[in-house]
């Protein structure tokens, strides 16, 4: 009586967790349960007229035999789940959580974590300067010095222009 309870008690502990399994194998435990009791016997061909005692002999016959398959497959299917969530377990353990090594490991090949910050952009544009250095020495030629000069673009310039983007890669340090 006591593995019949705990049978119902796992039964009921899988339709609250997986209603449509739960659903599915009821199904399947009662096809099985209507098969065996309602297949035909050939001892009751052999004898055209029973009597009373002799029919119900075979129907308990039947029902023990047909109730005892379906206590058979629950059984095998409670120890199936057993052994299933105990391989679950001994995953989860050795693969499926987060230890130090595995954050080590990852910071190893990608980096630390980082935060991300607010967008920007900062807008300027480039100018080539040519400079000219006269020497005090007049005999001397000046000094032409080309210099790049950085304007940056205060006011938005998204209202009205014309514009050239210049997009440069920054491959990463580590990884494919």
């Known amino acids: 009586m006591k593995i019949l309870l705990k049978l119902l008690n796992r039964a009921g502990d899988l339709a609250d967790v997986q209603p449509v399994i739960a659903l599915f194998l009821a199904g399947a435990l009662i096809a099985v349960f209507l098969t065996s009791i309602l ?3 050939s001892s009751a061909e052999s004898n055209p007229n029973p ?3 002799w029919t119900l002999y075979h129907q308990s016959r039947r029902m023990l035999r047909a109730l005892t398959l379906i206590f058979v497959l629950a059984a095998a299917l409670s120890l199936l789940r057993i052994y299933l969530h105990q391989t679950l377990a001994a995953f989860e353990g050795e693969h499926g959580r987060i230890t130090q090594a595995n954050y080590n490991a990852v910071q190893t090949i990608w980096g630390a974590e980082q935060t991300q910050g607010d967008l920007s952009m900062l807008m300027y544009y480039e100018e080539e300067v040519t400079e000219r250095i006269e020497s005090e020495d007049l005999t001397k030629p ?3 010095r080309k210099k790049i000069v950085r304007h ?3 006011s938005n310039p998204f209202l009205s222009a014309r514009h050239e983007v210049t997009l440069r890669q920054n ?4 990884g494919s």
């Open 152 to 154: 940056e673009i205060t």
């Open 171 to 174: 491959p990463r340090k580590k």
């Open 142 to 144: 000046a000094v032409l």
């Open 51 to 53: 009597s009373l005692l």
């Open 39 to 41: 297949r035909d016997s």
